[in-house]
T-cell receptor
Framework: GENVEQHPSTLSVQEGDSAVIKCTYS??????FPWYKQELGKGPQLIID?????GEKKDQRIAVTLNKTAKHFSLHITETQPEDSAVYFC????????????FGKGTRLSVIA | NAGVMQNPRHLVRRRGQEARLRCSPM?????VYWYRQLPEEGLKFMVY????????ESGMPKERFSAEFPKEGPSILRIQQVVRGDSAAYFC?????????????FGQGTRLTVV
């Protein structure tokens, strides 16, 4: 089955700097890659997603890149702010194979003011 | 439009008791997914339900765990004869469309503690 590895597990950056979180997946058939942000005591919230027919997607300060050949995808947050501090999860799924979302173990991002 | 509602937010059960976790999906959503999250871990898929049907229960333990999503009312995740290892946060998500590549909206979770 699908296996998603996420790195790093913790990340500290200065306010205004960029943060990059990387994930690799094992199943080359996976075609949907969402990213979730989870704040303390809350449920995960979808922040951006990408499908296998595109290589990059951007939404304001957040961008995601996908390298299908290498089977990895990354989340980029620019101009980080203290409110970006949270746990971020990547996930992968294969719609045609009817497989559920498989999540990485998460990255705890701390933005230091 | 209220989001996905889960209750209770916190649940304490003694070993051997039953735990019932409720999830009311967003209005208009007929697809519900349950996930379990252990401390410092990602979310693990448990079960996917559509109204009155279980679509995929491949992630749910065969014993003690069951789930339903009746025609009327919330989805229920039931854990019978709870053990300490069941302590975790249980999240429910809903979506208006089925499948695995549609945006799913998560509730705030139920934190189950077994003592």
């Amino acid at each position: 089955g699908e296996n998603v590895e996420q790195h790093p597990s913790t990340l500290s950056v200065q306010e205004g700097d960029s943060a990059v979180i990387k994930c690799t997946y094992s199943d080359s058939a996976s075609n949907y890659f969402p990213w979730y942000k989870q704040e303390l005591g809350k449920g995960p919230q979808l922040i951006i997603d990408i499908r296998s027919n595109v290589g990059e997607k951007k939404d304001q300060r957040i961008a995601v890149t996908l390298n299908k050949t290498a089977k990895h995808f990354s989340l980029h947050i620019t101009e980080t702010q203290p409110e970006d501090s949270a746990v971020y999860f990547c996930a992968a799924s294969w719609e045609s194979g009817n497989t559920p979302l498989v999540f990485g173990k998460g990255t705890r991002l701390s933005v230091i003011a | 439009n209220a989001g996905v509602m889960q209750n209770p937010r916190h649940l304490v059960r003694r070993r051997g008791q039953e735990a019932r976790l409720r999830c009311s999906p967003m209005k208009g959503h007929s697809h519900v997914y349950w996930y379990r999250q252990l401390p410092e871990e990602g979310l693990k898929f448990m079960v996917y339900l559509q109204k009155e049907n279980i679509i995929d229960e491949s992630g749910m333990p065969k014993e003690r765990f069951s789930a339903e999503f009746p025609k009327e009312g919330p989805s229920i995740l039931r854990i019978q004869q709870v053990v300490r290892g069941d302590s975790a946060a249980y999240f429910c998500a809903s979506s208006p469309l089925g499948g695995w590549d549609t945006e799913a909206f998560f509730g705030q979770g139920t934190r189950l503690t077994v003592v």
